[in-house]
């Protein structure tokens, strides 16, 4: 079983900057992937970002050259820096793990809201 667990989110105004944060727990073989996803009001669940345990990359291409995805090993946790936000950034962020049994896991979520 693994928690995860998201922090760093906020209201923000736009342009503005936020990391996200979400720290992996408890006994699980191995995480070979983490990501985060958002989800808007009316709309449905996409992905923003993920990375694997080879630290390659991909992005939404609504957050490319604003978003930045990384991750620190020894502490078990992913961060999501969003920069240059847009209103349209607006949502409730997820943090997403998988493992070497290929069994995901998520978090409760994270909201950010993007409003002057």
């Known amino acids: 079983q693994v928690q995860l667990v998201e922090s760093g989110g906020g209201l923000v105004q736009p342009g503005g900057s936020l990391r996200l944060s979400c720290v992996a727990s408890g006994s699980i073989f191995s995480i070979n992937a983490m990501g985060w996803y958002r989800q808007a009001p009316g709309k449905k669940r996409e992905l923003v970002a993920t990375?694997?345990?080879?630290?390659?990359?991909n992005y939404a291409d609504s957050v490319k050259g604003r978003f930045t995805i990384s991750r620190d090993t020894a502490k078990n946790t992913v961060y999501l820096q969003m920069n240059s936000l847009k209103p349209e950034d607006t949502a409730v962020y997820y943090c997403?793990?998988?493992?070497?049994?290929?069994?995901?896991?998520w978090g409760e979520g994270t909201l950010v809201t993007v409003s002057s």
């Open positions: 990375i694997t345990s080879g630290r390659s990359t």
């Open positions: 997403h793990a998988r493992d070497s049994l290929f069994m995901n896991y």
